[in-house]
């Protein structure tokens, strides 16, 4: 299988049942991972999980968490009922909630015997023109808390992964320049070349009639 498959996350930020499905079916063969967040899990609730389940895909939810530890520690409880791969946080919530966040889950997904989603935290949304210095300066806090990755741009994703060794995970992934919401925008190929563990993709493979075509000719 080529790699970029491999490290491709597809968002499905989709309301309509049938497309969503549709979406699921096309790409699994491919075995990308589907993110999930709030577009999707506001219009299914958990069933989406389980549509992509039965086709054998991987979860990452998508909510980033923000919020006082014990809210946190208890959503992700449920996130590990779940049995999904990958859930956000938002950096922003500080070491100190995301150590107790992470101490928690782990003796949680031990008595529970299941596995321990990673915690991937935030640093600045893609959709903000920001500094290299302001995300470097919550990656180390990511690390500091011993969370597993970050999300970030694919432009500080290479110093983020020698500094810290932290999984990146890299949306704002565009075929060329856009005029929409996303400002560090990259290419499959330079999220490749910098080193994203993991790249996000959704409006440029989930806007198209043909998603399976539209993403191959993307990782092309
Ligand atoms: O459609 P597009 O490819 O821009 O989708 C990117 C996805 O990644 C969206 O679901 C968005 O919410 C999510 N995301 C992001 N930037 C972050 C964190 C998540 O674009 N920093």
């Known amino acids: 299988m080529p790699k970029p498959w491999k490290k491709l996350i597809v968002a499905l930020d989709i309301t309509s049942e049938k497309r969503a499905k549709q979406i699921i079916s096309a790409l699994a063969v491919k075995k990308p991972k589907f993110k999930i ?30 919020d006082i530890p014990n809210t946190m520690v208890e959503t992700a409880k449920a996130f590990v009922d779940l049995g999904v ?11 100190e909630s995301l150590k107790i966040l ?36 919550l990656a180390k806090i990511a690390k500091k808390s011993k969370i597993d990755g970050v999300v970030s741009s694919v432009w500080e994703a290479k110093k983020i992964a020698k500094d810290f060794k932290l999984l990146t995970i890299t949306p704002g992934i565009r075929k060329k320049k856009t005029n929409d919401d996303q400002k560090r925008v990259a290419t499959v190929k330079d999220a490749l070349r910098e080193g994203s ?10 806007n198209e009639k043909n998603c399976l075509f539209a993403a191959e000719e993307l990782l092309k």
Do not use: C, M, N
């Open 37 to 66: 967040g709030l577009i999707a899990y506001t219009s299914f609730g958990p069933k989406i999980i389980d549509w992509v389940k039965t086709k054998g895909g991987s979860i990452f939810l998508d909510f980033k968490l923000y």
């Open 102 to 137: 992470k101490k928690e889950i782990t003796a949680y997904s031990r008595k529970q015997k299941k596995p321990r989603p990673l915690i991937i935290g935030v640093t600045e949304l893609t959709s903000r023109k920001t500094s290299l210095k302001s995300v470097l300066s």
């Open 85 to 95: 791969w990958a859930f956000t946080v938002h950096v922003k919530a500080g070491e």
């Open 197 to 206: 563990s993991f790249f996000v993709v959704g409006r440029p493979i989930i």
